[in-house]
């Protein structure tokens, strides 16, 4: 693919996951940790087979009940955070989770059961969490990201309707 024409996906799917999808962080049971994913999911399967074309991931069904089912795609881990970099710069709705996501990244390790988290570790990535869901919803609550090995506040922030 040449890269003018990747910039012009990556700039579509940008606009389509500012839209339809989800930045966030997604708890693993099995491995007790939580883990970076990008999500988009809608009635048709065209726009999410070309994001997997694009950047890989999975496309699957989710249900519907009695209407169309609804389908998903989604990357998670270290490939979300490759994603994000990558739509980064051009995400308008989405850029603070974008830019959460960036700073999860830099603490962001597969947790297992030889190798568990520390209290710290483990507060740490709750705080990110709480940001994530505040950012996420409508309710527009506050949050702040806590370093237990440093007790103050590394970011903090109001969410409000910003040129809306």
């Not at 726009?47 to 069904?61: A, E, I, N, Q, Y």
């Not at 970099?85 to 960036?102: D, G, I, N, S, T």
Request: hydrophobic fraction near 40%; aromatic fraction near 10%; include cysteine.
């Amino acid at each position: 693919m040449a890269p003018a024409e990747r910039r012009d996906l990556v700039l579509w799917a940008a606009g389509f996951i500012d839209g339809e999808g989800t930045i966030s962080l997604k708890y693993d049971r099995t491995h007790n940790i939580w883990r970076p994913f990008v999500a988009a999911a809608q009635v048709q399967t065209e726009p999410l087979h070309r994001l997997k074309d694009l950047f890989h991931g999975s496309v699957s069904s989710h249900g519907g009940g009695t209407n169309a089912p609804v389908w998903q795609w989604r990357v998670q881990d270290t490939r979300a955070i490759t994603v994000i970099k990558e739509l980064r710069p051009f995400l308008v709705c989405k850029k603070r989770q974008a830019e959460l996501m960036m700073e999860f990244a830099k603490i962001h390790r597969s947790g297992t059961r030889w190798s568990p988290f520390t209290d710290g570790e483990r507060k740490l990535r709750e705080s990110y969490v709480k940001a994530f869901k505040a950012l996420n919803s409508v309710s527009g609550e506050s949050w702040q990201i806590i370093d237990s090995n440093n007790p103050t506040v590394i970011q903090s922030e109001m969410r409000f309707l910003e040129g809306v």
